[in-house]
Nanobody, 115 residues
């Protein structure tokens, strides 16, 4: 019954920016670890960024300095601000959480970086 819904994906030119959102429901959002993953065609799903319940963050080396993960607990929403986008950032982006010892995934949102 946990639900995660991503939004904000789209087509952007190299060097541009996007902000992804992930809204969660049917969990106590304020106490869960949240993360963003992405999967490009033919590639394995990879971790992009993560944020703990108390706001500690981690980033993949490939996005460090360009992406910022954040959360707004009253809105049950996690964000991924993506700046200086590169074609290699093209992927389906997924949000993920763990609730009662089980992993939950959103449906994904497509990000395409192309001129």
């Amino acid at each position: 019954q946990v639900q995660l819904v991503e939004s904000g994906g789209g087509l952007v030119q190299p060097g541009g920016s996007l902000r992804l959102s992930c809204r969660a429901s049917r969990i106590i959002f304020s106490i869960v670890h949240m993360s963003w993953y992405r999967q490009a065609p033919g590639e394995q799903r990879e971790s992009v960024a993560a944020i703990t319940s108390d706001g500690s963050t981690n980033y993949a080396d490939s996005v460090k300095g360009r992406f910022t993960i954040s959360r707004d607990n009253p809105k049950n929403t996690m964000y991924l601000q993506m700046n200086s986008l590169k074609p290699e950032d093209t992927a389906v982006y997924y949000c993920k959480t763990r609730w009662v010892s089980r992993d939950y995934w959103g449906q994904g949102t497509q990000v395409t970086v192309s001129s």
